[in-house]
């Protein structure tokens, strides 16, 4: 019976380099992926988070890199009537489209002789106000939310929190909202992103002023470590690396059976050793 005839160790190798490269592209994608939620903190979806850009934040003071094309803020003001229960839902959005306020129903208690409440939002130049805390870095406007009984009422004072809230658009990356009352001490708010671009929200707590910001890593804000940044721009070569290594591996195992096979072939014992002199 003829051997079998070994697989040429070209043609394995041509099976295996299209997976080779598959998986080298897929390994890069995912370090890159890695590396966008280490360094960034966004969530990992580097070649998908889509292609319009963002509308340019619309600043009190902008920085001065921003300021020749930068267009002013507006606010926005309501004015809705009071129930003998206090008031009803309340939404306050300029028409920029940088803060949203939610004010449930009943938010705000009826007070007599006061018939209805004013909401008022208002874009002010954060730099104005009291000092932001260390390490924060202001990534929107302050924006002063005052709610006043009408006419000519008093603030309201009495405020009832539930399910309002309040989200504001940022320039940048936002780690923090802050408020203040009175404009002077600031409080940071429990958070939750404001859909896939920059700004954050959070239930509302009353009039006062708030503003997004971001937070300085250099400045003790948990920065990536040198040694993981390391290791993420060094895994690239070294998936790539060890794939060719694999690849040139199984191709002199290959060459090393195939040459296995043709020694068998010549060993005496075949079918010449066999031929007898008569």
């Known amino acids: 019976m003829t051997p079998a005839s070994p697989i040429p160790p070209t043609t394995m190798t041509g099976r295996r380099r299209p997976l080779a490269v598959g998986l080298g592209l897929a390994g890069m994608y995912l370090v890159a992926a890695v590396a966008t939620l280490v360094m960034s903190d ?107 009984y009408q006419p000519s009422g008093p603030p309201v004072i009495d405020y009832q929190g539930g399910t309002s809230a309040i989200a504001l658009v940022a320039a940048g990356a936002s780690d923090a909202l802050l408020f203040s009352q009175d404009g002077q001490s600031w409080d940071q708010r429990k958070t939750t992103p404001l859909g896939s671009g920059h700004g954050l929200e959070t239930p509302f707590a009353g009039p006062g002023y708030y503003v997004v910001t971001d937070i300085d890593d250099a400045a003790g804000g948990g920065g990536t470590s040198p040694v993981v940044v390391g290791l993420i ?44 002199r008569r």
């Open 42 to 148: 966004r969530p990992f979806r580097p070649l998908f988070d889509g292609l319009a850009p963002p509308l340019p934040y619309r600043w009190v003071n902008p920085p001065k890199e921003m300021a020749r094309d930068n267009v002013a803020p507006v606010g926005a003001g309501r004015e809705v009537p009071l129930g003998p229960d206090g008031s009803p839902f309340v939404n306050v959005t300029p028409d920029d489209g940088q803060l949203i306020l939610l004010l449930e129903e009943k938010a705000v208690a009826p007070l007599s002789p006061y018939t209805a409440i004013a909401v008022a939002v208002t874009p002010v130049d954060v730099f104005t106000l009291g000092p932001l805390p260390p390490a924060m870095t202001p990534q929107s406007n302050a924006y002063q939310v005052q709610v006043t």
């Open 233 to 276: 721009l060094l895994l690239p070569p070294l998936v790539v690396g060890g794939l060719v290594l694999r690849g040139r591996r199984a191709r002199a195992e290959a060459e090393a059976a195939a040459a296995a096979t043709r020694r068998a072939q010549r060993r005496p014992g075949g079918r010449k050793s066999k031929r007898r």
